[in-house]
């Protein structure tokens, strides 16, 4: 298989990466006009000045809660263009110095994602699969939090199909949306998991095989050129050719009397090719009659949507699946379970070959739940998808096979439980009021609740090390060997500061303070409350004891400072208590980091105010706070 690997375009990767955004913000009078932007990580900001003495000053000596400095070097002249690129997540804001307080503006800053939908919309080679996806909906899928396949065809390859074909498709829908499910799997398989002649099943339903021949991977007709393009929730594979589903099967039924297709809507009978003399057929409704419905000379029936032969057959009965999904949409209790699996892109799946266990709460069950619950659902597409799949087991467990306190594993990976008592059959909390609705693909067990999902454990541990702007923090916290108290039952409060208030401390803080363990413990002790404590119960002159020493809360204009911290984001809950994100350090009183300062390093960065209110350069007995200076500005105050 390395050989194999080897002989793929690995170098090409590079242009499925992420591309960056450049976002436009102008100028327009005394306002910047978009005045709040949201973007990604990594994408740039354009600030034009279209006329007027205006300048863009995002700087952390003005903002201190910036987690970077922005500002364009041109000063207030007209005309200027000025580009930043951020690259660190968070909320930046910034002003135009001289046109305050009216002149302002915020760019909110969100971690990059890479989903398989951002890679194929960053493709610069796949704009007509994004065009498709964008128009079938299947945007929230390939989004999703789910583990899935992409075989992704390049514009390349969608060139290759008959003249006008892609135009057709996109307006015909539900088959563009059949042919791009042909392309998925609902697992994600890299390339070293394919193996000659493998066969896997797609979101479809249908089947797709793997042939490697002379160093090459192909998937049916389509040979792979990129492999392994890693995405959050999944895994893309660049193919030069379109996977297009197989012709529904119509050897059709044999009846007796003739031969029937069951294809297609199962709503229509189409009449294909057999052998007979005398071919007559007899529905609810239509008498073929030898010699008029059909070609004796070839023996072969005219197709009944033939424009010369206005007959119309339609017998449901000759032609009815029954699968798992089948039985849900036919049944009037289950409208909103549709609704769901339609929405989630899960129809092609629960139609599948299976076998399938599902558990199938009815209307009434959805009801339930809080009122929006179900709506907001259907606008969170990953959410409902987990939410089905805790539903579904990749199994036919008939209720017979059910036996006490056993727990089943489900297509997300949770466990389920089976409880039988007196009063019935659950799972979980849901009674199964109707069992073993027998389908061509499993069974459908109904239940008069909505099986959710078990909430994701995360702790005050777990936040600081899943953020992409505590990583100083969290290397603090595994020093000081905190990390297991964090994760414990607490409840705890932790005033996080982030790598940008980290970097406000003097130069070499950081290091020294890692070679000092106590002191770095005693520091971060004193940003941990022993108590769950959310904003709403923080107050204006609040004195608050941490696991080492006290905090002062101050309020001012709505923003929240913890002594000479502010509060950029609060309330991050998690199972053992509250995060609150601050833009400086703590420090207890018995702290000093400028012990071992110089008189040079000293005199840059102290200057203090003492009891008669004049400022002094170096350290006095009166001294009741000090300032942190840079460029002439007060970047930081400590209370002493």
């Known amino acids: 298989m390395k050989k194999i690997l080897s002989t793929l375009l690995i170098a090409l990767i590079a242009q499925y990466s992420i591309f960056a955004t450049n976002h436009v913000v102008n100028t327009q009078g005394m306002t910047f ?189 389509a040979q792979v050129t990129v492999a392994d393009i890693v995405a959050d929730n999944g895994v893309v594979h660049v193919i030069d050719a379109v996977l297009l589903p197989p012709a529904p099967d119509c050897a059709g039924i044999y009846n007796g009397t003739a031969l029937v297709d069951s294809c297609g809507t199962c709503q229509q009978a189409y009449l294909y090719a057999f052998q007979t003399n005398t071919p007559t057929f007899v529905d609810n409704a239509n008498i073929l009659v030898p010699g008029i419905d059909y070609d004796p000379a070839t023996e072969i029936l005219v197709l009944a949507n033939d424009p010369n032969n206005p007959l119309w057959i339609n017998d449901p009965a000759l032609c009815t699946t029954n699968t798992v999904y089948d039985i849900v949409s036919n049944s009037p209790d289950h409208t909103t379970l549709k609704t769901a699996i339609d929405a989630c892109a899960l129809d092609g799946y629960l139609s599948a070959a299976g076998p399938f266990t599902l558990f ?133 409060t932790l005033f996080a500061p982030t790598d940008a208030a980290f970097d406000l401390l003097p130069a070499g803080t950081v290091a020294a303070l890692l070679n000092d363990i106590p002191q770095l413990t005693d520091i971060l002790l004193h940003h941990v409350v022993a108590d769950s404590v959310m904003s709403a119960m923080l107050s204006n002159g609040q004195i608050v004891n941490t696991l080492n020493g006290n905090v002062t809360v101050s309020t001012t204009m709505g923003t929240v400072y913890i002594d000479n911290a502010m509060v950029t984001v609060a309330d991050i809950v998690a199972e053992n208590g509250v995060v609150h994100v601050i833009d400086a350090v703590l420090l207890p009183n018995s702290t000093s980091i400028f012990e071992n300062m110089t008189e040079i390093e000293a005199h840059q960065y102290l200057y203090s105010i003492n009891i008669l209110g004049d400022k002094v350069s170096k350290y006095t007995k009166d001294q009741v706070i000090f300032d942190i200076y840079k460029n002439g500005s007060v970047i930081k105050r400590f209370n002493k």
């Open 33 to 221: 006009s978009p005045s709040a932007l949201t973007i990604n990580s990594g994408d740039s900001v354009t600030f034009n000045n279209t006329g007027g003495a205006h300048n863009v000053n995002g700087t952390i000596a003005t903002f201190a809660q910036n987690p970077a400095s922005f500002s364009n070097p041109t000063g207030v002249t007209a005309g200027w263009s000025y580009v930043h690129v951020f690259t660190t997540p968070g909320i930046y804001n910034y002003q135009c110095d001289p046109h305050l307080p009216g002149m302002v503006g915020s760019i909110t800053v969100n971690p990059q994602s890479n989903t398989i939908y951002d890679i194929v919309s960053n493709s610069p080679d796949h704009s007509t699969l994004k065009v498709a996806i964008d128009a079938c909906s299947l945007d929230g899928v390939l989004s999703s939090t789910g583990s899935l396949t992409l075989f992704a065809p390049t514009d390349a390859a969608f060139n290759l199909l008959p003249a006008g074909t892609v135009a057709a498709l996109l307006n015909d829908i539900p088959q563009l949306t059949d042919i791009l499910k042909h392309h998925v799997l609902a697992d994600s398989v890299m390339s070293g998991m394919l193996s000659n002649n493998l066969t896997v099943t797609t979101l479809l339903g249908t089947d797709i095989t793997v042939t490697i021949s002379g160093g090459n991977v192909y998937i049916d007709n």
């Open 360 to 492: 199938a709460p009815t209307d009434a069950a959805f009801n339930l739940l809080p009122a929006g619950t179900v709506a907001a659902l259907l606008n969170d597409i990953p959410q409902l998808s987990d939410i089905l799949k805790h539903h579904v087991v990749s199994d036919s467990i008939m209720s017979g096979m059910l036996i006490n306190n056993q727990t089943v594993t489900t297509l997300l990976g949770t466990d389920i439980t089976v409880t039988i008592n007196a009063n019935g059959v659950f799972i979980d909390n849901a009674q199964v009021i109707l069992a073993d609705l027998v389908a061509d693909n499993g069974v459908v067990h109904v239940i008069d609740a909505v099986l959710l999902p078990p909430a994701q454990s995360v702790t005050i541990y777990d936040v600081v090390s899943n953020s992409s702007i505590h990583t100083t923090l969290k290397t603090a916290i595994n020093a000081c060997s905190l990390d297991g108290t964090l994760s414990g039952p607490g409840p705890f």
